[in-house]
């Protein structure tokens, strides 16, 4: 299953066109359905809004305005506590922790629901000067959010676990399968297949400064969207994160449709300031070779937004 979308092998060739417009139509009509499963248990209380307005990556960047981080699922490492040493030996400032895998159970395999697992967690963090950018509910890459039954339950674990482990952000993937949250001093961050105007459009009819976008340059690229105008229609108040990414292929440093010195120029003229989380972006020759692939990537978008 391809992570941008899932092709209907049924429809006739003479239906494509219609098929795909119906599937659009579909994907939105599911992102607005997702939206409303969240915020119908959104707290409301200005206390809160207030406390989600903190944005930790504006509040966490230290000596560098850009920070670099790695997926612990994309390591292989997910939800391990080897993860850290990993990242640490791949050249990261910090790892983006997945919430656990999903299938069928009624919320995330969470392992970090267990305090003695999040102390082990974060000290190892300490230990090796890493910080955790983010918690992840990557399950959703081949779910349908707005279709699942207990979502609610799902996303609260998600916001206790950020809570517990004083973290800011939660990444939300909706565009897959379903194309939101003010909880105190917390943002959820969702990546959507949409344009930048249609998710625009989306989180201001959500109306909630806890709800932004993680944007992930990889969709962008695939749809032949403008990189730098889906970023500035997004604009810094809107985007909390950022994959730093493509689809599998070549390393960043020979990919040739991804500029990310030009990206950098298009982020600092924003103004914005914040995590680049590299989830692919692996040669394909040799895809299972974490610190080679991931190592590269980090050192490459280090080169880039580290320096200078």
Not at 212 to 224: C, M, Q
Not at 233 to 248: F, N, P
Request: net charge positive; glycine share 8%.
């Amino acid at each position: 299953m391809d992570r941008q979308g899932v092709k209907n092998e049924f429809l006739p060739r003479s239906d494509e066109g219609e098929g795909r417009a119906h599937q659009h139509s579909r994907r939105r009509f599911l992102t607005r359905s997702a939206a409303a499963a969240v915020t119908s248990f959104v707290l409301p209380g200005s206390y809160l809004l207030r406390a989600a307005e903190k944005d930790s990556s504006k509040a966490s960047t230290g000596s560098h305005r850009y920070k670099v981080a790695v997926c612990d699922w994309m390591i292989l490492k997910r939800q391990k506590l080897g993860a850290y040493q990993l990242a640490r030996d791949i050249g990261a400032d910090g790892v983006e922790v997945d919430m656990g895998s999903l299938g069928e159970r009624e919320t995330f395999d969470n392992q970090l629901a267990r305090p003695e697992v999040r102390r082990q967690f974060l000290d190892k963090a300490r230990e090796l000067n890493l910080e955790i950018c983010s918690l992840a509910m990557s399950g959703f890459y081949a779910q349908s959010f707005a279709e699942r039954r207990t979502v609610q339950r799902m996303v609260k674990d998600c916001i206790d676990t950020l809570k517990a482990m004083n973290l800011k952000v939660a990444f939300l993937p909706l565009g897959v399968r379903g194309d939101l949250v003010k909880q105190a001093g917390v943002i959820i961050g969702l990546e959507t297949a949409l344009s930048a105007a249609e998710e625009v459009k989306l989180l201001e009819d959500v109306g909630s400064p806890a709800v932004r976008s993680y944007f992930n340059f990889a969709n962008a690229l695939k749809a032949g969207r403008d990189l730098h105008a889906e970023l500035r229609a997004r604009g810094k108040d809107y985007l909390c994160q950022i994959h730093c990414t493509d689809e599998d292929g070549v390393l960043l440093q020979d990919n040739q449709r991804l500029d990310l010195r030009a990206v950098k120029g298009t982020l600092d003229e924003m103004g914005w300031s914040g995590w680049l989380v590299i989830e692919r972006s692996r040669d394909v020759k040799d895809a299972r070779n974490v610190k080679r692939n991931f190592g590269a990537n980090a050192a490459y978008v280090k080169s880039v937004f580290q320096t200078g």
